[in-house]
């Protein structure tokens, strides 16, 4: 149980082109989901967190503007890299968590970023 | 707030050799603490976690972490590595909160 989605796990796009990636948990509701971007061989920086029905709350640094996430469902967060640039270009991993499951995290396979 | 430092950024052992890989966390409140692994371009597997009870975790493919409060240590081991193991390995403290914090990960390499 406990499965996270992310859709679509590699995409490629031009400089200047929005680019949305989904997260979905399939098997349970997600009351909080969480964005994160991996640099290459380095550890998971934390973008925002998200609660169903609510605007997500940002990390310092992190440019609202530029990365829109909605989260309309207990299943189903969505991050919008808007006018995408090269320094863009990452792996983005969400994850989820459970209502009283004990701050576990559930993450989906991530999604690598390339803007070319 | 919480912190995670792992000492070694890179660890390799050889296939059959103990696997040990250093965690220590800093945290203003009872910790909840947790073992990722992460394979080459995909997300991260939880491998074990504490949270309360017994400070001796076991968890998946034959992994167990010690929580040592006097030493704020949750360091993680494995009798005997197998090629399969090579991966990165993430520590992570949560501090009750849905805030989780990893550490810089730890690359594992076995050599046959």
């Known amino acids: 149980g406990a499965v996270v989605s992310q859709h679509p796990s590699r995409v490629i796009c031009k400089s200047g082109t929005s680019v949305k990636i989904e997260c979905r948990s399939l098997?349970?509701?997600?009351?909080?989901m969480f964005w994160y971007r991996q640099f290459p061989k380095q550890s998971l920086m934390l973008m925002a967190t998200?609660?169903?029905?609510?605007?997500?709350?940002?990390e310092q640094g992190v440019e609202k503007d530029k990365f829109l996430i909605n989260h309309a469902s207990l299943t189903l967060s969505t991050l919008t890299v808007t006018s995408a640039h090269p320094e863009d270009s990452s792996f983005y991993i969400c994850?989820?968590?459970?209502?009283?499951?004990?701050?576990?995290?559930?993450f989906g396979p991530g999604t690598r970023l390339t803007v070319l | 707030a919480q912190s995670v430092t792992q000492l070694g950024s890179h660890v390799s052992v050889s296939e059959g050799a103990l696997v040990l890989l250093r965690c220590n966390y800093s945290?203003?409140?009872?910790?909840?603490l947790f073992w990722y692994v992460q394979y080459p371009n995909q997300g991260l597997q939880l491998l074990l976690k504490?949270?309360?009870?017994?400070?001796l975790v076991k968890g998946i493919n034959g992994f167990e972490a010690e929580f040592k409060k006097s030493e704020t240590s949750f360091h993680l081991t494995k009798p005997s590595a197998h090629m399969s193991d090579a991966a990165e390995y993430f520590c992570?403290?949560?501090?009750?909160?849905?805030?989780?914090?990893f550490g810089a990960g730890t690359r594992l390499t076995v050599k046959p």
């Open positions: 945290s203003s409140v009872p910790p909840y």
């Open positions: 504490y949270t309360t009870g017994a400070t």
């Open positions: 998200s609660n169903e029905g609510s605007k997500a709350t940002y």
């Open positions: 098997d349970f509701q997600a009351t909080t």
């Open positions: 992570a403290v949560s501090d009750q909160t849905n805030d989780m914090r």
């Open positions: 994850s989820a968590s459970i209502a009283g499951g004990r701050n576990e995290q559930f």
